[in-house]
């Protein structure tokens, strides 16, 4: 029973730390943009994909000229190895959240993004592969940088780089580590 309330008392205290936080924030945005993932450090011996189609959805607010924190869902996509043993493709989902630091201008924002994500990957086996379809969840820490120019007060044009991991998956696909996933993305941030 003391469990529950202390649990209670830390989502209170954490969602009144939160309100207090948002309420300083001097403006908030919401932003969309899709572009290439490259795939690195797949184990595959031949026929891999590396590249592919990633998608990322964010919002956020500046709290000065120099800092802001975003929340971002983001798709990296799926890789694909047609080897002989691990014939399939690995898809990558992250959902997750950064401090950026950097410049709020009148024209334009660059910032710098460092953070952490919930990282779903998930490997689909061919019928022809020797290792079965499999999923896993992992923390990892995401990286980046972001530049949005506006075209008005409210509309930019934005450019975003992440740089994150997919998890290891049954030891053979990936290098002991995992992938790293460099998605290279451009579109759209609204500000309010």
Not at 47 to 60: F, I, K, N
């Amino acid at each position: 029973m003391k469990s529950i309330a202390a649990l209670t008392r830390l989502v209170l205290a954490t969602a009144c730390l939160g309100a207090a936080t948002l309420a300083q924030a001097q403006s908030f945005y919401v932003a969309g943009t899709a572009g290439r993932s490259n795939w690195s450090d797949l184990d595959c011996n031949s026929g891999c994909d590396r590249h592919t189609t990633g998608l990322r959805v964010a919002g956020g607010a500046w709290f000065s000229r120099v800092f802001a924190a975003e929340a971002f869902i983001m798709d990296m996509g799926t890789a694909r190895s047609s080897a002989s043993s691990l014939d399939g493709r690995l898809r990558g989902r992250a959902l997750g959240a950064v401090a950026l630091l950097g410049w709020r201008g009148e024209r334009f924002d660059i910032a710098g993004k460092l953070g952490v994500a919930s990282v779903h990957s998930r490997f689909t086996a061919a019928p022809t592969s020797g290792w079965p379809s499999e999923s896993k969840r992992s923390t990892e820490p995401v990286g980046g940088m972001m530049l949005a120019v506006r075209a008005t007060p409210q509309l930019s044009v934005r450019f975003d780089a992440d740089v994150m991991t997919v998890a290891l998956i049954g030891g053979v696909f990936l290098y002991g580590r995992g992938a790293d996933v460099h998605t290279f993305s451009l579109g759209a941030s609204y500000a309010f």
